[in-house]
């Protein structure tokens, strides 16, 4: 008899540990916010075959419905921030984007971040949020090359990666990151190098951090640029504005002109080879310079940097250089940059730790 009572309180004990080890194991799952700005993952066209379609068309609560499998890595909540192409991106939703993920953050609300974004110009917003989110807690962004109604759509397996990727305890620590196609990037260094093929996204100096397989995330580098200190834009709600010039055999110097009388506060140039410019060009950018418009040399070669005071002699023209940024990025951070300072020593430094 006391050996049957002995069993029972055994079988009703293991029975209390294992329904408690499933109840602790749903509890330990991280918390998962996804933010959805738009782009071709929320896109949907009219055939399951044909090319053409419309960005951001689909809601959160649709794409997330398409994938049930994120519910077993994440405690997933969505919020629509966008919805809208990519191409139509703007300082305005930056703020708010970064404005919101710090908030997040702040309140202890989720232990990550996913944000669904058009391919076109999500280098760029990983950057800025790079610089601006004020944690270290993962922030990942995701999108697709086909739209969500396409044959063989890349979306639902972008996302999935993405929270997996977010809700890795490994990925804390190494600044914004990008998932895209079973690869993480960096928010620095990735860049979108095809405009239709579903290995787009690349970092063409240093390579992918990771590589997502079967459910898992292996890293095997970390980028040594992601600074502790950010730039603070909780008042912000504008930018100094900053453009970008394209650098060409023969290029006259029509467009610097142009944004010196439209009164910008920056010049990226996306200059020949090492930042080069023409004999006209560089007359006309030396002239911005010295009016108190910040030039910055970058380069339209896709990879490489900018070496200071090379076959340029920058400390006399007033120029600084964006290192390995490509010119997109560098307006990025011109325009935090300006935002603080106009000193251009200053502006160099950030050049070369951010
Ligand atoms: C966009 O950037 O919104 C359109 C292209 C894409 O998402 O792939």
Redesign the pocket.
Known sequence: MKKIVSILFLFVFTVQIQAQTKNNTSVALPRVTILAT????A?AGESATKAAYT??KVPIDILLSAVPQIHDLAKIKGEQIAQ??????NVEVWLKLSKRINEIFKENSADAIVIT??????EETAYFLDLTVMFDKPVVLV????PSTAMSQDGNKNLLDAVMVAADPKSQGKGVLVAMNELVFDARDVT?TNTTGLS?FQSRNFGPLGLIYDGKVNYYYQSLRNPAKKFDITKATSLPQVEIVYGYADASPVMVDALVNANVKGIVYAGMGNGNFNASVGKALESASKKGITVCRSNRAGSGRITLLNEVDDAALGFVVGDDLNPQKSRVLLMLSLMQTNDRATIQKNFFEY
Not at 38 to 41: A, P
Not at 143 to 146: L, P, Q, S
């Open positions: 738009g782009g071709t993952i896109g960005a951001g809208i192409g990519s191409q139509d991106m974004h058009g391919t076109d110009t999500q999108g697709a090359m086909r979108k787009t």
